[in-house]
Nanobody, 123 residues
Framework: QVQLVESGGGLVQAGDSLRLSCTGTGRTFSSYAMGWLRQAPGKERQFVAAISGSGGNTYYADSVKGRSAISRDNAKSTMYLQMNSLKPEDTAVYYC????????????????WGQGTHVTVSS
């Protein structure tokens, strides 16, 4: 079972930037698509971004498209989410996940989740 650990969350002001990191264990890190999801207080968990195992394909939710960038460094078994121009509505717990497929689609089954990192954006 792969283990995922997120880091990089914190309290920032609207308009600031943050880079979230997710480090995984296991020798097959590069074989699987990975992604970020978030859950705001009182709301359902929602998709943020995903990236294929090779890093060649990326996908974004409309809410973050144009101001976020997902990337991965398979040599370091780490995935990143650079978030710019943060808004109060970006406040949530951000989870990284890996999927059972090499590329991502909305139907991709989850393989593992991290524990989450809190992001709070003040206005």
């Amino acid at each position: 079972q792969v283990q995922l650990v997120e880091s990089g969350g914190g309290l920032v002001q609207a308009g600031d930037s943050l880079r979230l990191s997710c480090t995984g264990t296991g020798r097959t890190f590069s074989s699987y698509a990975m992604g970020w999801l978030r859950q705001a207080p009182g709301k359902e968990r929602q998709f943020v971004a995903a990236i294929s195992g090779s890093g060649g394909n990326t996908y974004y939710a409309d809410s973050v498209k144009g101001r976020s960038a997902i990337s991965r460094d398979n040599a370091k078994s780490t995935m990143y989410l650079q978030m710019n121009s943060l808004k109060p509505e970006d406040t949530a717990v951000y989870y990284c996940a890996t999927f059972y497929t090499s590329d991502w689609s909305p139907e991709s089954p989850f393989r593992s989740w991290g524990q989450g990192t809190h992001v709070t954006v003040s206005s």
